[in-house]
Nanobody, 124 residues
Framework: QVHLVESGGGSVQAGGSLRLSCAASGYTSSTYCMGWFRQAPGKEREGVATVASDGSTSYADSVKGRFTISQDNAKNTLYLQMNSLKPEDTAMYYC??????????????????WGQGTQVTVSL
């Protein structure tokens, strides 16, 4: 059973930065992929960033160039560095882990495990 605990959320002014952390435990597979999602009030959950087991990353268009996903395998911790924050980045941010697979040579991550979330609020 994979257990995920997020931290690092908070309130910040537009243009500021935050770094989210996700402490993970209970890995049993070397093909785990991990990602960050967010959900704002009244909106659907959206994927923000993903990192595959080989270290390759992908981002939502809305955060490209501003957010960076990374992981410290020695600490079993996933990070999301968020710079140049905007009010529209305000949301509950969730860490997730799953098993990766390829279909027609396209990378997919089947997320099975989720953290409890950490709130990010960006004000003008």
């Amino acid at each position: 059973q994979v257990h995920l605990v997020e931290s690092g959320g908070g309130s910040v002014q537009a243009g500021g930065s935050l770094r989210l952390s996700c402490a993970a435990s209970g890995y049993t597979s070397s093909t785990y992929c991990m990602g960050w999602f967010r959900q704002a009030p009244g909106k659907e959950r959206e994927g923000v960033a993903t990192v595959a087991s080989d270290g390759s990353t992908s981002y939502a268009d809305s955060v490209k160039g501003r957010f960076t996903i990374s992981q410290d395998n020695a600490k079993n911790t996933l990070y999301l560095q968020m710079n140049s924050l905007k009010p529209e980045d305000t949301a509950m941010y969730y860490c997730a882990a799953g098993v990766e697979y390829y279909r027609d040579y396209v990378f997919h991550c089947a997320y099975d495990y989720w953290g409890q979330g950490t709130q990010v609020t960006v004000s003008l």
